[in-house]
């Protein structure tokens, strides 16, 4: 049998193990507040196709989804026939799922770390203060600007420091992030660096409306593959709470009429 003390250290090594892996997260989810990501683009047929179009051409290069398979986007309305011809460039077979051919090694490498496989991405970085993981990705993938201090020649506002170039740059341009300095209210001493807007450096195929549009069919893509099947649970759960609803009904009325007569 263990000890009293000793479950009480073990308890104490498990509750600094949690907060060391839960720091980074914490740290990467501070700083700017998150738009909003407009909601009716995930259920919007055709904005979910493009979606899916823009994860294919920009985004599976690098980054697996290796627990999505092909052949699932018929879910989307589209055939296996439009998928094959479509959205398989690599010779994979359409019901095979999302992987890509870079070596770990090798991106490791090349990158600094193993790009994350983006499956689940958009339900992992939900922050229950500051929004969805949807939120953040449609925060994330419009915040990107010119920073030539760093290793590729980008930064993120959503993301500081971040690892990943700005691969939808030639969709939405180049810009240039506007900071001021101010002193710190809570301490003279110190000098904040304020946000004051972007400058467009270079214009991108795309005008920024239709770039925050893209964005957010990307963004839907993303969000429905990390659960299929959420509109349907949705639905199916507005039918269990309402029958929930008529039974609790019934049996209390059955309640009554059972003990109405027991003194």
Not at 31 to 59: H, I
Request: proline share 5%.
């Amino acid at each position: 049998m263990l000890s009293m003390n000793t479950i009480n250290k073990i308890l104490v090594a498990l509750l600094a193990a949690l907060a060391l892996a839960g720091g980074p997260a914490r740290a990467a989810s501070d700083g700017m507040v998150w738009d909003k990501f407009p909601s009716e683009r995930a259920t919007n047929v055709e904005a979910l196709q493009n979606g899916a179009k823009l994860f294919v051409n920009y985004c599976l290069n690098c980054h697996a989804a290796a627990f999505m398979r092909y052949n699932r986007m018929q879910d989307i309305g589209l055939t296996e026939q439009q998928i094959k011809d479509n959205l398989i460039f690599t010779g994979a077979k359409v019901g095979e799922t999302m992987r890509i051919a870079m070596n770990p090694k090798d991106a490791k490498a090349w990158f600094g770390g193993t790009p994350p496989d983006l499956t689940l991405v958009a339900r992992s970085r939900a922050d229950a203060s500051k929004g969805s993981g949807a939120d953040y990705l449609y925060t994330y993938l419009r915040n990107y600007y010119r920073d030539d201090t760093k290793p590729t020649g980008w930064d993120n506002r959503a993301f500081p420091s971040v690892g990943m170039p700005h691969v939808l740059w030639q969709l939405q341009g180049q810009q240039r992030a506007l900071f001021v300095e101010q002193k710190d209210p809570h301490d003279p001493s110190l000098t904040l660096q304020v946000f004051q807007g972007y400058q467009q450096i270079t214009p991108g195929t795309l005008t920024p409306e239709q770039y925050n549009l893209a964005v957010a069919d990307l963004v839907a893509f993303m969000q429905w593959m990390a659960e299929p099947a959420q509109h349907h649970r949705v639905r199916v759960g507005v039918w269990v709470m309402l029958f929930l609803g008529v039974f609790t009904l019934i049996a209390w009325r059955l309640n009554a009429a059972f003990w109405k007569d027991v003194k």
